[in-house]
């Protein structure tokens, strides 16, 4: 079995709160990445609370983003259009439920591989990628560059090459 997992492409990390430029253009590549993936496509949400300014993300990043039940927390229309799974709520940068969710996948048929798209390379891809390289560390990790964004460009590159150390496969962009 192969799994895509798209990581939080929600309005506020696209061209919300916290978009930028970079996220907006890697929307279509994501798009057409997911429309044409032979396997199971996963998908991740930032989700906070109405009290996310009084948490410890919150007080170092004070800007309110992806509160669950607003716009900005939803995914970004182009990639809810081909969401045909309920995403996994992740109140962290990533998600212990979705390296459980993939180990529980693994004993029953084997993950040859999951491939991570999405945002921020530099903050959530790289988290959820290396959880998962800790529940499946004999299976292969991808991230596509070119389906990533990070803060900025440059985070962007540091957190590619600090996932190529850990031994998770790169695809350059």
Avoid at 11 to 16: H, K, M, S
Avoid at 133 to 161: M, N, W, Y
Wanted: include cysteine; charged fraction near 30%.
């Amino acid at each position: 079995m192969r799994i895509l997992v798209v990581v939080d492409m929600q309005n506020d990390f696209v061209d919300g709160a916290l978009g930028t430029e970079e996220a907006v253009g890697i929307v279509p590549a994501v798009a057409e990445r997911i429309r044409s993936f032979d396997g199971r496509v996963l998908y991740t949400q930032d989700t906070h609370e109405s009290d996310y300014l009084k948490t410890l993300e919150g007080k170092k990043l004070p800007v309110p983003h992806c509160i669950r039940g607003t716009e900005g927390w939803e995914l970004c229309p182009k990639i809810k259009a081909l969401c045909k799974e309920v995403p996994i709520d992740k109140p962290a940068f990533g998600s212990v439920e979705l390296g459980r969710m993939l180990k529980e996948y693994d004993s029953r048929e084997k993950v040859e591989s999951v491939t991570f798209v999405g945002l921020c390379t530099d903050i959530c891809v790289i988290s959820n990628a290396m959880i998962v390289k800790a529940f499946l560390p004999e299976t292969e990790i991808i991230v596509d560059a070119a389906c990533c964004a990070g803060v900025t460009p440059e985070s962007h590159r540091q957190a590619l090459e600090a996932m190529k150390v850990c031994q998770i496969k790169v695809l350059d962009e």
